[in-house]
């Protein structure tokens, strides 16, 4: 699968147990803006956090991710179809979607061939919608700090550089549709601090400082912010800015 970059297979089961769920306003919203609801695809669907949510509004959902492992560790729904196929070659017949999303994902794209894939796919009035979240904001300035300090510190280093196009809210990537206007939308979890340290070890960074130096850079971060955090049973709120594009082809 040329091109593919495999940077979250080695971690699939984490990713697929502690990745932060979308709002259901998020489905609500990018269903709206399509008159037809027979069939969606889900584009590197992960562990398939948006299919399941697109399946309450869509006869059909194809998720397609480029990982194997992924697919394997992906949240079974009857009304979802995984399968492994890249961003540039679905399998999907021409202008057979009325709807495509891609969720915390685009980035990493060839963008060119995928537009182009997006366009024979959709048909005339379809909708392609991206989005993705920037870093979390926890309810505590101290936690907050600490996590901001492994994030942009200890790991700064070692995120690919993919992901200021995500932090810069997929604003600098070109966007080739007749673009609509999105609604502002936060992404919220309460967590504790069990559930927190697992999405941390879920980042690329968080592998790629581990395959260099070994071991587990976020045990001591769960350390400190267990100095902090309250009981262990204690859900604080954490937020992601939700950073949403949308048009018509």
Not at 14 to 35: D, I, M, N, T
Not at 196 to 204: E, F, H, P, Q, V
Not at 226 to 236: S, T
């Amino acid at each position: 699968m040329s091109g593919f970059k495999d940077l979250f297979s080695g971690h699939a089961a984490l990713y697929s147990q502690y990745r932060p769920q979308y709002p259901a306003q998020l489905f609500e919203w990018v269903s709206g803006l399509v008159q037809r609801h027979s069939l969606v695809w889900d584009c590197a669907t992960g562990n398939g956090q948006a299919a399941t949510g697109l399946a309450a509004h869509f006869d059909n959902v194809v998720a397609t991710d480029a990982s194997d492992k992924q697919i394997a560790a992906a949240a079974q729904h009857p009304g979802v179809d995984y399968r492994v196929a890249t961003a540039h070659e679905s399998g999907l017949a021409d202008h057979s979607a009325d709807l495509v999303t891609v969720a915390q994902a685009i980035h990493w794209f060839e963008l060119d061939a995928f537009y182009a894939e997006v366009k024979r796919v959709l048909h005339t009035g379809g909708v392609l919608a991206i989005w993705g979240y920037g870093d979390p904001v926890i309810d505590s300035v101290r936690l907050d700090r600490i996590v901001h300090d492994y994030n942009r510190g200890t790991i700064e280093d070692y995120w690919m550089p993919e992901r200021q196009i995500i932090l810069d809210g997929y604003t600098t990537i070109p966007f080739p549709f007749r673009e609509v206007e999105p609604p502002s939308m936060t992404l919220q979890c309460r967590w504790t601090l069990a559930e927190l340290a697992g999405y941390m070890r879920t980042w690329s960074a968080t592998a790629n400082y581990a395959a260099k130096h070994g071991g587990d850079p976020v045990a001591p971060v769960e350390a400190a912010l267990a100095e902090h955090w309250g009981p262990v049973e204690c859900r604080r709120l954490i937020q992601w800015p939700l950073h949403i594009r949308a048009g018509y082809h």
